[in-house]
């Protein structure tokens, strides 16, 4: 049987290759044309999957000729670190989000999905390159909209103002109405206009009140706790990324860093979809 690393490759070459539309027959062309994107992004995959420096990975993979097979090089055709690296920056956010969703289709969604932010902390940098690049956020808002039935990552946004939740929710919901059934979310995301929203697309919202009056009390009340009580899923789920990838995030850029957010969530769904 495959290691479990094999078949993680495999997963990665192949969403990789349809995230930018690519057959994947030429890998690297000589001279201008360089590596495909799918290559570097497959690369970056397997970064993030073996919580390695750009470096070491590619000494790694050196030592690795079955798992370099599988992205259609030799080790001998292996890139620089230091190409790897510059191409992230060059492959627009589309191309990392569609990678996202096609991992969402690894999985067969249930009914209930959980929508929650948090703030995730950016790796200090020394006072002087901080003061060039004339960076002052710490912190990267992250709103993960998840499926409470296979805890697979639907959707990813990205802020560095810290806009409220209930400027984001709508946002991130419209993109994945097809996926929605019932929404669950705290008193963070308490909306009227969002629930509307919501109803009107057939998609049942399960957000609770602030309780500024009696009757917000009695909505609350109403509630169905069982299914409320799903949305500590989406809390789990940040739990668990900090987890497995670290508390900081690397990237020196506010895009650099967006990417490699979304770039986690999309590596977690496929590791999760080989236990599933």
Same mark, same amino acid.
């Given at each position: 049987?495959?290691?479990?690393?094999?078949?993680?490759?495999?997963?990665?070459?192949?969403?990789?290759?349809?995230? $930018?539309?690519?057959?994947?027959?030429?890998?690297?062309?000589?001279?201008?044309?360089?590596?495909?994107?799918?290559?570097?992004?497959?690369?970056?995959?397997?970064?993030?999957?073996?919580?390695?420096?750009?470096?070491?990975?590619?000494?790694?993979?050196?030592?690795?000729? =079955?798992?370099?097979?599988?992205?259609?090089?030799?080790?001998?055709?292996?890139?620089?670190?230091?190409?790897?690296?510059?191409?992230?920056?060059?492959?627009?956010?589309?191309?990392?989000?569609?990678?996202?969703?096609?991992?969402?289709?690894?999985?067969?969604?249930?009914?209930?999905?959980?929508?929650?932010?948090?703030?995730?902390?950016?790796?200090?940098?020394?006072?002087?390159?901080?003061?060039? $690049?004339?960076?002052?956020?710490?912190?990267?808002?992250?709103?993960?909209?998840?499926?409470?039935?296979?805890?697979?990552?639907?959707?990813?946004?990205?802020?560095?103002?810290?806009?409220? =939740?209930?400027?984001? *929710?709508?946002?991130?919901?419209?993109?994945?109405?097809?996926?929605?059934?019932?929404? $669950?979310?705290?008193?963070?995301?308490?909306?009227?206009?969002?629930?509307?929203?919501?109803?009107?697309?057939?998609?049942?919202?399960?957000?609770?009140?602030?309780?500024?009056?009696?009757? =917000?009390? *009695?909505?609350?009340?109403?509630? =169905?706790?069982?299914?409320?009580?799903?949305?500590?899923?989406?809390?789990?789920?940040?739990?668990?990324?900090?987890?497995?990838?670290?508390?900081?995030?690397?990237?020196?850029?506010?895009?650099?860093?967006?990417?490699?957010?979304?770039?986690?969530?999309?590596?977690?769904?496929?590791?999760?979809?080989?236990?599933?």
């Amino acid at each position: 049987m495959p290691s479990k690393l094999a078949r993680f490759t495999d997963r990665c070459v192949a969403l990789s290759q349809k995230s $930018v539309g690519s057959d994947g027959n030429q890998p690297v062309k000589k001279g201008a044309g360089g590596y495909a994107d799918w290559v570097i992004i497959t690369l970056h995959g397997l970064r993030e999957y073996l919580d390695l420096p750009y470096r070491r990975l590619l000494d790694i993979l050196r030592e690795m000729p =079955d798992i370099v097979e599988k992205i259609g090089l030799s080790v001998e055709e292996l890139p620089d670190f230091t190409t790897v690296c510059a191409r992230k920056q060059a492959l627009k956010m589309r191309v990392w989000r569609v990678l996202l969703r096609l991992s969402v289709n690894l999985f067969d969604t249930g009914e209930i999905q959980a929508i929650d932010s948090t703030s995730l902390a950016h790796r200090s940098s020394s006072h002087n390159y901080a003061k060039r $690049v004339k960076g002052t956020f710490e912190s990267v808002k992250t709103t993960l909209l998840v499926d409470c039935s296979t805890r697979a990552i639907l959707d990813v946004h990205c802020s560095k103002n810290l806009p409220h =939740d209930t400027q984001i *929710a709508w946002q991130v919901l419209t993109r994945n109405l097809e996926q929605l059934g019932t929404v $669950v979310a705290d008193k963070g995301f308490d909306w009227d206009e969002l629930r509307h929203m919501l109803r009107e697309e057939g998609i049942r919202p399960v957000i609770k009140h602030r309780e500024f009056y009696s009757l =917000d009390a *009695a909505h609350n009340a109403r509630i =169905d706790d069982e299914t409320y009580h799903r949305r500590s899923i989406v809390e789990s789920i940040f739990f668990a990324l900090r987890k497995r990838f670290g508390s900081t995030i690397k990237a020196r850029t506010w895009f650099g860093q967006f990417r490699e957010i979304v770039l986690k969530a999309a590596i977690r769904n496929i590791e999760q979809s080989l236990t599933a």
